[in-house]
């Protein structure tokens, strides 16, 4: 899974990624704005801009730091910058082709990179709303494209949060299994086919997926029941900003929650994680894939497609365990399940580590277990 085609990928769309800030700096009528320092916050006012773009385009301006193109320089909690010199003229077309002759697969994402790039103009000015136009006929087919198995670079959370789940239940006698934000069912196959290849599939009694979207839903339920047609499987729909008790999930039900790339849209990160761990048995594990910020601040290829997203931004945050809306690094998630009261938690692969050697891994799990009194 972690092989030389995922690094070359990886790397490659961090480069695309760049290109594309290029020519939106230039797109978006910033570049000439950048002779003093300014603030995003400053950009968004003085450009006309809707106050929410402010959060992308930090993002885009924290990328061209990294060109060496631009300056940054901090007041307080405010990032300030400056042009040093004009960037390069980005070669978009040349690196798709890289990435193509990398992997054909990589075409879902760049295809969903520069499909919400060319929506950033519209959104900045408040003509279009980023979760309207990215899921739009054309938005929902790269999306679907986008989180699907056959594409490495987002495949691999679904493994290693397979894999962490797995490594926590493995020696349970009966498996009852919530899933959250489970779309078109990436993440539900490879946790079924993990399952399987580890003969744990015979220990779930009950396996019940959600997904508030019936389109998404309907399209994992039609995949997943004709694969998988003796397993337990039920569909149901779960907004995990609402008390989860409501929606027919009972107290104490689940040996595992689970959700891949998911609870960073949690509107109140702890009210869900509080939600999650009530569903819980006495002993059950709450394993989520997430990407992972390495270091804060750090901007990363996959936020230039959600970060135009309402559902992404509009989040409380919190000094402690989300200082910004979107991708969190594994310290933040720690502290987050730990606040919210549960045990062993861990981060799996080692991340930390990882990232003293290879700053551009994103993908993790994060487990956590629910140690109050059993059911
Ligand atoms: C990034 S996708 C991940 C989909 C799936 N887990 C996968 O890996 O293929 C996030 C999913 O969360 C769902 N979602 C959005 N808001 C949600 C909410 N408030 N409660 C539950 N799920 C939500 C979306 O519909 C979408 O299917």
């Known amino acids: 899974m972690l092989s030389e085609r995922l690094y070359q990928s990886i790397e490659l769309m961090e480069r695309y990624s760049i290109e594309l800030a290029i020519d939106l700096l230039h797109r978006l009528d910033v570049i000439d704005r950048l002779g003093e320092w300014r603030s995003a916050d400053e950009l968004c006012h ?5 106050p ?4 992308a385009l ?3 301006l924290e990328r061209l730091v990294e060109t060496g193109c631009m300056e940054a320089r901090t007041d307080g909690d405010t990032h300030f910058y400056h042009m040093r010199h004009a960037p390069w003229q980005p070669e978009l077309e040349r690196l798709r082709a890289v990435g193509l002759n990398i992997d054909p697969a990589n075409a879902a994402t760049l295809d969903l990179l520069d499909h919400a790039a060319s929506l950033y103009p519209a959104v900045a000015r408040g003509e279009q709303s980023g979760d309207h136009s990215l899921f739009g006929p054309q938005g929902i087919l790269l999306w679907l494209n986008y989180f699907h198995n056959d594409n490495l670079t987002y495949a691999v959370n679904n493994w290693v949060s397979a894999m962490l789940a797995a490594d926590r239940l493995s020696t349970r006698p009966r498996l009852r299994i919530l899933e ?6 990436s993440a539900s196959k490879i946790l079924v086919r993990w399952f399987d290849e580890r ?3 015979p220990q779930i009694e009950r396996y019940l997926i959600t997904e508030p979207n019936a389109f998404f839903r309907r399209r994992g339920q039609r995949d997943l029941a004709k694969q998988y047609p003796d397993l337990a499987l039920e569909w149901g729909a779960l907004d995990v900003n609402l008390p989860w008790d409501a929606q027919g999930v009972a107290l104490g039900e689940f040996n595992l929650v689970y959700a891949v790339n998911v609870l960073h849209i949690s509107k109140d990160l702890l009210f869900s994680l509080n939600q999650a761990r009530s569903a819980l048995t006495g002993n059950g594990w709450l394993v989520i894939g997430e990407c992972l910020r390495p ?3 750090q901007p990363i290829y996959p936020e230039l497609m959600f970060q135009i997203l309402e559902s992404f931004t509009d989040v409380q945050t919190d000094s402690e365990i989300r200082p910004n809306p979107g991708f969190l690094t594994a310290d933040h998630w720690r502290r987050a399940f730990t606040r919210a009261g ?7 692969p080692d991340i930390d580590s990882i990232r003293e050697i290879y700053p551009h891994f994103f993908t993790g799990a994060i487990c956590g277990q629910n140690t109050a009194a059993s059911k």
């Open 46 to 50: 003085v450009l006309s801009f809707q």
């Open 52 to 55: 929410r773009f402010s959060f």
């Open 58 to 60: 930090g993002w885009i």
């Open 180 to 185: 959250l934000g489970a779309g078109a069912g």
């Open 199 to 201: 003969g744990l599939l």
């Open 295 to 297: 270091y804060v601040n």
């Open 342 to 348: 549960f045990e062993r938690v861990e981060v799996a």
